[in-house]
Every structure is written in structure tokens, then in C-alpha cells.
């Protein structure tokens, strides 16, 4: 199995490479995003029969030749909030270019109406529904919102035959889709120690295939003679990315990330196995994205000498004039970066820069007073002023929260290419999530070791990212020493040192012994989810490289 895509705008001619360039039995690619739902959302506001990814469409349109001479069949969610249009489309397109195509799709995400206020409210369903398209004949599966891994457990069951309650072998599918859905990250893309590689290798990494075997197991590969590397590192790293604790819950079971073992199994070859499964929990998840209002913001570039004082002006005045508008923006936050250096040799690297954001239900609050309260300071502020765009009239952002469902509460079919419609029964048995116990830590390094200064980086890679309003940093290391090391040293309290951003939020800490990784789970950081664009960086891409160029005690034995 491979995957072609992790995101709405992914590398286009990702599907033809991965078509080309050696075997596959099934092709996946992964559209779907928090935000990608809220864009869809607007798309299908302004236009019903829209709300999914055009790009697939016009990949296909390349590439359906191709998949039908090869066998290769597609699973895809880039029907998004619309599948049946999009599966409708392809069938269209397969009738124009002349090849046979059985395509099927899945439906019962949305949950919209059951949702008064919400753009666009779709449950997160599994693989079941696919997995009957698939054994019903179908050469390509259009699913809407779907677990990123039910691209892949619904071919796994379909091809294996497996039963709802093997949780082993369906865990271990999870394991191997959840390091797939994100397309390069799993092969060199993203990865914290890149510099270790040439450049020229990463300069365009192949897309993933995962080797799935009967027991669950896999291998994760890449297709011969394409860039990127795949290693223990990259998949770990990839494990890691957007999970909080060892219990990794979805509609069709429970993986048990603390139970993953990771071994080079050869050149660009790592498996997987050992993966521990369990039941389901009882409730679906279920994402919610509405308007949230209207935000505008603007960035003033501040040279030279006195960044703080300069600073300190404009904002008094910008917040005087702010007060004495008609409707005063109900947010109004500010954010000086320091990017400017000490007798620098060019003008941006003498700058800094400070960034006004406000947000309100009201458009005006955020438009036209801002814009000309800015605006009207060009000749009457701080020396040197001016601004890296003029402010507009505010644009509407976006919210995202998770709220969860009974299984019983959406109606999960498989629609097959005659219209057929095979209902998804829910799960049999379920089990409610729970936090497991602690693992024991190794045991420490002497304290008696000599100690330098340095970034936790020259040991420690990490990978961060979003979920709703929540960030995670997953740090691992690549020995047991250093494992040692980091399981006592990188606690929550340090962790808040560290990144005092972090300081008045809350902070779980997850500790993954077989990865030699600690998951931390930074709550609120990004406020109502990337499409509120809270935070400088909103959907916390940088946190974990922030956290690694942090300076801290490390053993010399290990640097």
C-alpha cells in the first residue's frame, strides 16, 4: 500500500510517481485536514455541489490509465463534504476518457444539520464502510471524513478478511497508516535531523509504501531509486506527530503505541511489530468547525536603535485610537519578535517586528477603524515607520472543537456503484478509554558525569503539531543512554523552562519507552484551532524545533 498525498495541495504529480515507480496493490491519499474542512465548508457555501478536492479530480485525469492498466485500486477521503459528488465526478471522468472504473463511496460523516451554528460537523468513521466498497468490486473509494488510518485498515480488512475483534492485526494496520497519512513525513520530509543527510537526498523524497502483512506487521519503504530515506528516526518521528498517549483511540480499535517495536529491516526498510490492540472506546469523534468572527491584523517593521521604545509608541497610540472607536475589536493582541541584530549588514536583519491582531463578531470593529488608526500613523509615529502590507477590511476565520457521539448516532454505508447501499453495523464491543499506568523509568545516568552546555537538539529529535486547540511534542532519542538521560531530565516543569509559552498552560506528559520518547500534550496553546490563527505559528509546526535549539545541561558521553 502506498499513499499519494498527506494534505489538500500536496505534490501533484505525487500519484503518477507512485503509479510509475514500482508495485503497489492499493494507492491512498489523505486531503483532509481540521482546516481543510473549514475551506471545503466555504467552498460549499458558495457553491452546494462543491466541498470536495478538486486536485484529486485532476490527478485522476492523468492517472486512472494508469491505475486501471496496473490493478492498482484508490481509497481516498478527498470527497471531504461531499463524496457522493466527488465519486459521481469520477465516474463521469472514467465514461469520458473511455476506462472501466467501478468506483463506490462512503457516507454518514456529516453531521451538519444535527449541529445548528456549525459549518461543517463530520465524525471521524473507520474503515468498515471501505473495506465493503472494496469487497464489492470497487477500483477506486471515495470517502468523506474518515480516521486518516481507515485508508488504510478498510484494504487490510477487505484483503485479509480480518473480523472486527482481531484488534492485534487491525492495531498494527493503524500503526502502519497513521505513519503513511502524512505523505514525505514518514521519508525524510520535516525531519529534525536532516543535516545529518545530503541535501540532494531530501531534496524530493519519494512517498511511502507500507509492506502489510497478514499478522499485522509491516514494513515501511519507499518505492527503489527515490529520494528521501526512510529510517527508524523518520518513522518515529512520524508515530509521534499529532498522538498524545501510549492508548491511540479510534472507531476500530485502540492501538497501543507503547507496544510498537521499530527495527531496520535494511536500506530504506523499517518494520513494524508487536503491536498490541484493544476495543474501540463507545463514542466517535466528531469535528465541529464554525465562523468564529473576523480578524485583521498588522505588522510593523521597527530598524535600528530603541525597538523597544518605538514599539512601546505605536502601541499606545494604536491603542488609544482603538479605545476611541465607535466598537473597540473585543481581542486585541500584540507581539513584538526581535529579528533585528546589533550593527547589522542589511536593513531587514536591523528590523523587528510587531504584530497587531484583533478579532470581533463585528467586521466593521476590525476593518476600517484599524486600518485607519494604522494607517494615519505613517507620519506622526516612531522613526522609520512603515508597515509589510496595509491592513484590509478583516477577513472571517474559523473554529475548530471536538465533540464525540455514540456510534449508534451516524449511519455509516457503503453506497456501491449500482446505488446499492450497505449499512456498517457499529462496533460489538467497545471499551472506554482510559489513561494506563505509568511505565517505569530507566534507570538514571551517574550524576557524577561531566556536564556542557548545548541544545537539547545535538541529542533529541522532535516532531510537533495540532489538534483543535491542543499541541503535541513528541521528543524521542536514538540510544539508551540518552534515553536515560531524557526520561529524567525532560520533565513538564523543565518542559515549561524551556518554552515559556508553556508556562501557565497545561502540560500531560507521555512517556513511550520502546520509541525512547516522551509525547507531551500542551493544552490551549492554540487557542480555538489553526483556523483561529491564535499564535504566530497556529497549527504548532515549530514548537518542537523551538524546543530542540534550547540550551540546557547535557552529559558530555552523550554529546
Given at each position: 500500500?502506498?499513499?499519494?498525498?498527506?494534505?489538500?495541495?500536496?505534490?501533484?504529480?505525487?500519484?503518477?510517481?507512485?503509479l510509475?515507480?514500482?508495485?503497489?496493490?492499493?494507492?491512498?491519499?489523505?486531503?483532509?485536514?481540521?482546516?481543510?474542512m473549514?475551506?471545503?465548508?466555504?467552498?460549499?457555501?458558495?457553491?452546494?455541489?462543491?466541498?470536495?478536492?478538486?486536485?484529486?479530480?485532476?490527478?485522476?485525469?492523468?492517472?486512472?490509465?494508469?491505475?486501471?492498466?496496473?490493478?492498482?485500486?484508490?481509497?481516498?477521503?478527498?470527497?471531504?463534504?461531499?463524496?457522493?459528488?466527488?465519486?459521481?465526478?469520477?465516474?463521469?471522468?472514467?465514461?469520458?476518457?473511455?476506462?472501466?472504473?467501478?468506483?463506490?463511496?462512503?457516507?454518514?460523516?456529516?453531521?451538519?444539520?444535527?449541529r445548528?451554528?456549525?459549518?461543517?460537523?463530520?465524525?471521524?468513521?473507520?474503515?468498515?464502510?471501505?473495506?465493503?466498497?472494496?469487497r464489492?468490486?470497487?477500483?477506486?473509494?471515495v470517502?468523506?471524513?474518515?480516521?486518516?488510518?481507515?485508508?488504510?485498515?478498510?484494504?487490510?480488512?477487505?484483503?485479509?478478511?480480518?473480523?472486527?475483534?482481531?484488534?492485534?492485526?487491525l492495531?498494527?494496520?493503524?500503526?502502519?497508516?497513521?505513519?503513511?497519512?502524512?505523505?514525505?513525513?514518514?521519508?525524510?520530509?520535516?525531519?529534525?535531523?536532516?543535516?545529518?543527510?545530503?541535501?540532494?537526498?531530501?531534496?524530493?523524497?519519494?512517498?511511502?509504501?507500507?509492506?502489510?502483512h497478514?499478522?499485522?506487521s509491516?514494513?515501511?519503504?519507499?518505492?527503489?531509486?527515490?529520494?528521501?530515506?526512510?529510517?527508524v528516526?523518520?518513522?518515529t518521528?512520524q508515530?509521534?506527530?499529532?498522538?498524545?498517549?501510549?492508548?491511540?483511540?479510534?472507531?476500530?480499535?485502540?492501538?497501543?503505541?507503547?507496544?510498537?517495536?521499530?527495527?531496520?529491516?535494511?536500506?530504506?526498510?523499517?518494520?513494524?511489530?508487536?503491536?498490541?490492540?484493544?476495543a474501540?472506546?463507545?463514542?466517535?469523534?466528531v469535528?465541529?468547525?464554525?465562523?468564529?468572527?473576523?480578524?485583521?491584523?498588522?505588522?510593523?517593521?521597527?530598524?535600528?536603535?530603541?525597538?523597544?521604545?518605538?514599539?512601546?509608541?505605536?502601541?499606545?497610540?494604536?491603542?488609544?485610537?482603538?479605545?476611541?472607536?465607535?466598537?473597540?475589536?473585543?481581542h486585541?493582541?500584540?507581539?513584538?519578535?526581535?529579528?533585528d541584530?546589533p550593527?547589522?549588514?542589511?536593513?531587514?536583519?536591523?528590523?523587528?517586528?510587531?504584530?497587531?491582531?484583533?478579532?470581533?463578531?463585528?467586521?466593521?470593529?476590525?476593518?476600517?477603524?484599524?486600518?485607519?488608526?494604522?494607517?494615519?500613523?505613517?507620519?506622526?509615529?516612531?522613526?522609520?515607520?512603515?508597515?509589510?502590507?496595509?491592513?484590509?477590511?478583516?477577513?472571517?476565520?474559523?473554529?475548530?472543537?471536538?465533540?464525540?457521539?455514540?456510534?449508534?448516532?451516524?449511519?455509516?454505508?457503503?453506497?456501491?456503484?449500482?446505488?446499492?447501499?450497505?449499512?456498517?453495523?457499529?462496533?460489538?464491543d467497545?471499551?472506554?478509554?482510559?489513561?494506563?499506568?505509568?511505565?517505569?523509568?530507566?534507570?538514571?545516568?551517574?550524576?557524577?558525569?561531566?556536564?556542557?552546555?548545548?541544545?537539547?537538539?545535538?541529542?533529541?529529535?522532535?516532531?510537533?503539531?495540532?489538534?483543535?486547540?491542543?499541541?503535541?511534542?513528541g521528543?524521542?532519542?536514538?540510544?539508551?543512554?540518552?534515553?536515560?538521560?531524557?526520561?529524567?531530565?525532560?520533565?513538564?516543569?523543565?518542559?515549561?523552562?524551556?518554552?515559556?509559552?508553556?508556562?501557565?498552560?497545561?502540560?500531560?506528559?507521555?512517556?513511550?519507552?520502546?520509541?525512547?520518547?516522551?509525547?507531551?500534550?500542551?493544552?490551549?496553546?492554540?487557542?480555538?484551532?489553526?483556523?483561529?490563527?491564535a499564535?504566530?505559528?497556529?497549527?504548532?509546526?515549530?514548537?518542537?524545533?523551538?524546543?530542540?535549539s534550547?540550551?540546557?545541561?547535557?552529559?558530555?558521553?552523550?554529546?
Amino acid at each position: 500500500m502506498g499513499n499519494a498525498s498527506g494534505f489538500y495541495g500536496d505534490r501533484f504529480d505525487a500519484l503518477r510517481e507512485m503509479l510509475t515507480g514500482g508495485p503497489l496493490d492499493v494507492l491512498t491519499g489523505d486531503y483532509l485536514a481540521e482546516l481543510t474542512m473549514l475551506i471545503l465548508g466555504r467552498d460549499r457555501l458558495k457553491d452546494p455541489s462543491a466541498g470536495y478536492a478538486r486536485t484529486f479530480l485532476r490527478q485522476l485525469e492523468e492517472c486512472l490509465g494508469l491505475a486501471h492498466e496496473r490493478g492498482v485500486r484508490i481509497v481516498t477521503n478527498a470527497g471531504g463534504l461531499n463524496p457522493a459528488g466527488l465519486a459521481d465526478a469520477v465516474r463521469k471522468l472514467a465514461e469520458r476518457l473511455g476506462i472501466p472504473a467501478v468506483v463506490a463511496h462512503v457516507e454518514g460523516d456529516d453531521l451538519t444539520r444535527h449541529r445548528p451554528g456549525s459549518l461543517a460537523a463530520h465524525a471521524y468513521l473507520g474503515g468498515a464502510g471501505i473495506a465493503a466498497c472494496l469487497r464489492a468490486g470497487a477500483d477506486i473509494v471515495v470517502t468523506g471524513r474518515v480516521t486518516d488510518a481507515a485508508l488504510v485498515t478498510g484494504p487490510a480488512v477487505a484483503h485479509f478478511g480480518w473480523g472486527p475483534e482481531e484488534y492485534d492485526r487491525l492495531a498494527g494496520a493503524v500503526v502502519a497508516g497513521h505513519v503513511l497519512e502524512c505523505g514525505t513525513q514518514a521519508t525524510g520530509g520535516n525531519y529534525a535531523f536532516f543535516a545529518e543527510h545530503p541535501l540532494e537526498r531530501l531534496r524530493h523524497p519519494g512517498f511511502p509504501v507500507a509492506e502489510l502483512h497478514e499478522d499485522g506487521s509491516s514494513v515501511i519503504t519507499k518505492h527503489d531509486g527515490t529520494g528521501g530515506l526512510v529510517d527508524v528516526g523518520t518513522v518515529t518521528a512520524q508515530l509521534l506527530y499529532e498522538t498524545s498517549g501510549a492508548r491511540y483511540a479510534g472507531p476500530d480499535v485502540t492501538a497501543r503505541l507503547d507496544t510498537v517495536r521499530l527495527t531496520q529491516d535494511g536500506p530504506d526498510r523499517v518494520r513494524i511489530e508487536g503491536v498490541r490492540g484493544e476495543a474501540p472506546p463507545p463514542t466517535l469523534k466528531v469535528g465541529l468547525n464554525r465562523l468564529g468572527g473576523f480578524r485583521n491584523e498588522v505588522v510593523f517593521v521597527l530598524t535600528g536603535l530603541d525597538i523597544e521604545r518605538k514599539a512601546a509608541l505605536v502601541r499606545e497610540q494604536l491603542e488609544a485610537a482603538l479605545d476611541a472607536a465607535k466598537s473597540r475589536p473585543s481581542h486585541v493582541g500584540w507581539q513584538l519578535a526581535r529579528t533585528d541584530h546589533p550593527d547589522a549588514p542589511t536593513e531587514e536583519t536591523a528590523s523587528a517586528l510587531l504584530r497587531l491582531v484583533v478579532r470581533d463578531a463585528d467586521q466593521d470593529a476590525v476593518g476600517r477603524a484599524l486600518s485607519g488608526a494604522a494607517i494615519e500613523l505613517a507620519l506622526a509615529s516612531y522613526p522609520g515607520f512603515h508597515v509589510v502590507a496595509p491592513p484590509g477590511k478583516g477577513a472571517p476565520y474559523g473554529v475548530f472543537e471536538d465533540v464525540y457521539v455514540d456510534h449508534g448516532a451516524v449511519d455509516h454505508v457503503a453506497v456501491l456503484h449500482d446505488g446499492r447501499r450497505i449499512p456498517v453495523s457499529p462496533p460489538a464491543d467497545t471499551l472506554v478509554l482510559q489513561s494506563p499506568e505509568e511505565p517505569p523509568l530507566p534507570e538514571p545516568l551517574p550524576a557524577a558525569e561531566p556536564v556542557r552546555r548545548a541544545p537539547l537538539g545535538f541529542v533529541a529529535g522532535a516532531r510537533s503539531g495540532d489538534k483543535g486547540g491542543n499541541a503535541n511534542i513528541g521528543v524521542w532519542v536514538r540510544t539508551d543512554d540518552a534515553w536515560r538521560w531524557l526520561a529524567h531530565t525532560l520533565t513538564v516543569d523543565r518542559l515549561r523552562e524551556l518554552l515559556p509559552e508553556c508556562a501557565d498552560l497545561t502540560v500531560v506528559r507521555h512517556v513511550l519507552p520502546n520509541l525512547r520518547a516522551l509525547n507531551f500534550v500542551v493544552e490551549g496553546i492554540l487557542g480555538e484551532g489553526v483556523a483561529s490563527q491564535a499564535r504566530f505559528d497556529p497549527q504548532a509546526k515549530g514548537l518542537g524545533e523551538w524546543l530542540r535549539s534550547r540550551h540546557l545541561d547535557i552529559p558530555e558521553v552523550l554529546l
